[in-house]
C-alpha cells in the first residue's frame, strides 16, 4: 500500500497509532473548518447536539467549552473513539458528552433527539447521499439544523492523498439530497471559496 492510500483510508477510518497521529494532523490542516462550522450552530444551552465522525471529539471540545449542551460523537471507528472520549473526559464525567459506534447511514438513536448535527469532511466516504441524508432528516427534531462542512473541489484536488477513495460532489448535488430528505439548504462558502457549509433547515412541523 502506497503512502498516500494509507493515508487516505486513515482519514477515513482513523485507527490504531497511525489513526491518531492522523487525527491530529487533520485537527490543524482542519481548524479554519471547525471554527466555522461551530460558529453557524451557535449552540443554545439545553439543546442536543450530534457529530456525525466524530473522529477524535477535537470539535465537540471546542463546543463543549462554549456551550452548556448535551454533546454525542458517533464514529465507525472504535480506537480512535478511545481518544475521544480520553480527550474530553471532564465533559464525560460530568455527564454532558457521550460518544458511541455508530455510521451516517444507520445512527444509533430514535427519531427526533437531536437539535443540532454536524458532520466535517465525511461526506466524501458516504455511500448513498439520499439515504444518509434522510436518516439525519429522522433523529433531528423539527426546526433541527444539520451542517455538512467540506471542501470544494478543486481544493481536494489540491491533497495527493484525496485521489485515493474520495468522492466528489457537486454542491448542487448535496442541496439536492438534502431536499430529497425534507430539509431546506443552502451552501455558503467559507475560507474564501476554498470550502463550503451547506445548511439545513428542517422543517418545524
Request: with cysteine.
Amino acid at each position: 500500500m502506497g503512502i498516500n492510500s494509507y493515508i487516505a483510508r486513515q482519514f477515513g477510518k482513523p485507527t490504531g497509532f497511525g489513526g491518531r497521529i492522523i487525527t491530529s494532523i487533520m485537527n490543524r490542516q482542519n481548524y479554519p473548518l471547525y471554527e466555522e462550522t461551530v460558529q453557524r450552530l451557535s449552540p443554545c444551552s439545553s439543546e442536543s447536539v450530534l457529530d456525525i465522525g466524530c473522529g477524535n471529539g477535537y470539535v465537540l471540545g471546542m463546543l463543549a467549552a462554549r456551550s452548556d449542551c448535551f454533546y454525542v460523537g458517533i464514529d465507525i471507528s472504535e480506537s480512535i473513539l478511545k481518544s475521544a472520549t480520553k480527550r474530553n473526559h471532564r465533559f464525560v464525567k460530568n455527564g454532558n458528552m457521550t460518544f458511541k459506534y455508530g455510521e451516517a447511514a444507520r445512527i444509533p438513536f430514535g427519531s427526533a433527539v437531536f437539535d443540532k448535527a454536524y458532520t466535517i469532511n465525511t461526506v466524501y466516504f458516504w455511500e448513498e447521499l439520499n439515504d444518509i441524508m434522510t436518516e439525519v432528516r429522522r433523529v433531528l427534531k423539527p426546526g433541527g439544523i444539520f451542517v455538512n462542512t467540506l471542501y470544494t473541489n478543486d481544493t481536494l484536488a489540491r491533497f495527493s492523498h484525496t485521489q485515493f477513495g474520495y468522492k466528489r460532489f457537486a454542491q448542487g448535488q448535496l442541496i439536492s439530497a438534502a431536499q430529497y430528505a425534507g430539509f431546506g439548504a443552502k451552501a455558503i462558502p467559507i475560507m474564501g471559496g476554498a470550502a463550503y457549509c451547506v445548511i439545513c433547515n428542517a422543517p418545524s412541523q
